[in-house]
């Protein structure tokens, strides 16, 4: 097999462009080249691993890489089944550097053998944005009757919305073309604002390319078959099914996808209300759980799409179906928990509409979603007036005498006038420098309370990231990368310095699979059958590791975290530490030992549990 990485690189000021090629062994795939790239170009990066186009399942994910505009430092995207038609490209990587003068799409097609077609031309994006489905979908579908015709299989297109130009959390937005269309089933590289990258530095809004370049790919089963027998007693196929099966449908909880499972399974653990539930007792959250969300949210999941078997693939052959589907709206659990449970919301047809409308702007749904849960509890508290930041209501953010469905509409009505309010920077919301900076100025004037509501991890000066929804002290832990899984999120309780340790592996076993492109939803084989694959192919297992902790160990070069600074976040470990004690009857010594230190100094204890989690995550990522 071929054993060289190509990178079209494009000057979007000039439209100039050259391929640069660089040694398999030097690199090995999109994570570690982007890495080298956005140090040196400042460029965003787009692109596959080696392993793309070939016959193993989630092989073909699209890999964005650059400094983020929300995070602060390097981050790392990924978006489902997009790199399947960038391998018809014949290059691995594109890196865009410079600024088109005007918001612009970047057009590439490649016909057989023929040298890479690259043209940019200018859009009015603001009259685009505004017609039609408005937003993302109408760019998508200009875009597509733009250039579709030239291309001879299907393309795939890349969009940004108006959340690029008004904040630092614009997501970038793809979706299969079937049959000459665009599917509903959309796909995204949302954490990290990667699409305000796009839109600020680089002035492009839109990407379109494909083509017909036929290229070397992994497609001999029979050799697979027999690495997976020797690894599993199990073929390939059987082995990928039975490590998706949460994401496709499990029979132990009779739904599936991250959604059902998830929502199934949380119990007294879910999250509602702005983070409000981790000061209520576990009845009253298991209440919650039961009434809003077994009874009803997750309930309607199942008989609306789980039972009907309305689920698709992300536009690569995948035994996971992981896109749950009712219309045209998708379910994923954690849109649909920080725009769900979060924000006071617990039936679908509000959700849906919040959801969908942050989606149409183009934002980061997680991020978006914990930032509208926190504006809705400073509209409850009297924090923040309705006027002031251009709406004219207050949710209903209490369970007590919550109607599942008036009031789950009534606050899904609220958070689409704040979305819409922050796009068009009504009043004082202004979030163009990111939600931890406005939560600041609005402390200074208003007190610690409006910082001290709002949960985030911080990063250098200005960075920022809402958690992923899990109540465990890794989501908040002090690593280079937050938002994604490169942390420790499971439920077991570790001493912190332990926790910091298990989060730099995690990150390493992470790397490992986004270095070649390889869908996280396998990781019960990628993670350990990617080296081995990597031996079989090139003879570079043991090098593709020791860069892998290389690369994990000058990624974390850069951490810049600091420690919390919303009390909230404290609120968030000591209730997970206590709770593990109430509930789950934990007697561990040094779980009773940090409850002890925070009930005794809930700072010192506080500052003393993140340095301890920073010392494992340091220590283990050392690059010697």
Known sequence: MESGL???????????????????GEFFGPVDLGLHLTGKYNSLNIGTGVLAGSIFPGSSRLIFTGFSPCWGGFFISSMGGAGLVFDDLGIN?????????QPSVLYLNRKYGEEIEVEIASLDILRIWSEGRRGIYALMARVYDMYGERYERGPRILVTGPAAMATDMGGICSAPIVKGKLTPVDTWAGRGGLGTKLYRDHGIVAVIYGGTFIDEDFRDRRVADK????????KLSAKDLEATTKYRFDPK???GGTFGVNFATLGGRMFSFNYQSIYMSEDDRLKIHEKFVLNHYLRQFNEETIEPKNQKTCGEPCAALCKKMRGEYKKDYEPYQTMGPLSGIFDQRAAEKLAHHADMYGF???????VIAWLMEGLSKKVLKPEEVGVADVPAFSPSDFDVVSSSMHNA???????????????ILDLSAGAREFARALSQERGRQAIDAFIFSAFARRGWM?????????????????????????????????LGRKCAERLKGELIMDNLGVCRFHRQWAEEMVPEIMASLYGLKERYLKNNHVTASRINSRNASIFWESERNIDLVLSFLERKRDVEGNKDRDLIRWIDLFHKDRREAAISFWYEMHKGIQESLREF
Not at 93 to 101: E, K, P, Q, S, T
């Open 253 to 255: 909880f009779q739904t």
């Open 93 to 101: 990587m594109l890196a865009i550097v410079g600024r088109a003068a």
């Open 466 to 498: 809402v958690p992923n929804q899990y109540w465990t002290p890794g989501v908040l832990a002090p690593m280079p990368i937050m938002g994604k899984y490169y942390m420790y999120y499971g439920q077991e309780f570790f001493p912190p310095r332990e």
């Open 364 to 370: 980061d749904a997680i991020s978006v979603g914990g």
């Open 6 to 24: 190509k990178v079209l690189l494009v000057d979007a000021a000039s439209s100039f462009y050259r391929v640069n090629r660089y040694r398999l």
């Open 413 to 427: 009505e609220l958070g689409v006038a704040l979305l819409d309010a922050i796009v068009e920077q009504r009043g």
């Open 227 to 234: 690495w997976f027998v020797d690894k599993y007693h199990m």
